[in-house]
């Protein structure tokens, strides 16, 4: 192999890892929920150069904070099945690296944000990192089992960026988007937590299913399925949506409900994890229909 071959193997494998530290599909969906917030905004503010500045500037954060979470749990990632590839873990990329990415990422993200969007959507961006990175990932996550519940601020925050980049203010409307997805967090993550229970166990992480036995965690999932239910109606009922979006909303709230209300009978780390991953697309496709009924006749 020559020399100039090799080299394009490093950097291709360089820019690999480098992404992988981005959680590219985390971010996506990140991103998807704070587009929303942008074209759910009252029209006459929406800019399309804005919702393009707006887009890559918290995709960068977003994905900045991705890439500090890496640096700070490497040493639990490699302990864990499920996380023990990722590039640190597994001691293809240095911290050093994987820090300088991080810090330019935040810093290309918030420059974009300041000077092409406006401050108070790069204020709250970088205070969403921070909480994510830092509260959440170092502190919350190792200090409580309610970290999920504590720490969904900072995940929950997109759509309110996305309405703060096109309005330059939050208002009641923007929150009810924040309220949907802080109310999401607990069953989405708690029901990955019982499938994973064991790998949390070995990395000490005190999650709900590990502190609190599987049965509790179960009750929790329920009781915020339908607080969530009940949260994601609260479009309709306050006219920000339509009845597309609430038929749409009873569909997928319902089969959410299904399978938790399945879980309380028959919990098995095969059923935590179809749950998880409905959540997901739960999410996603809530979002969508949001955007859908108000612009699709």
Known sequence: M???????????????????????RVVSLIVLTAVVGM????????????????TIGIFLNAASAAAFNHVAEYRIDALMDRTSQRPLARGELTRNIALLFAFC?????SFLLVFAV????????????????????????HATPQNIVIGGAAGAAPPVLGWTAMTGYIDSDSLILFLIIFAWTPPHFWTLAIARRSEYK???????????????????????TILLFAVSLLPFAVYMSGWKYLLGA?????????????????????????????SIFYLAALFILLLADRYLV
């Open 2 to 24: 020559t020399v100039t071959n090799t080299l394009r193997i490093n950097k291709s494998c360089l820019i690999k890892d480098l992404l992988e530290l981005c959680k590219i």
């Open 39 to 54: 074209f759910l905004a009252p029209q006459a503010t929406i800019k399309l150069s804005t919702v393009v500045f707006a």
């Open 105 to 109: 990422l935040c810093f290309l993200g």
């Open 118 to 141: 406006n401050i108070l959507t790069a204020v709250l961006t970088f205070f969403s990192l921070v909480g994510y990175a830092v509260i959440y990932t170092i502190f919350l996550k």
């Open 202 to 224: 070995k990395a000490n992480i005190p999650m709900l299913p590990i502190t609190h036995g599987v049965p509790y965690t179960l009750c929790q999932i329920l009781l915020y």
């Open 250 to 278: 009873l569909v997928l709230n319902s089969y959410f409900l299904y399978l938790v209300i399945k879980l309380q009978s028959a919990c098995s780390d095969e059923l935590a994890m179809t749950t998880f991953k409905y």
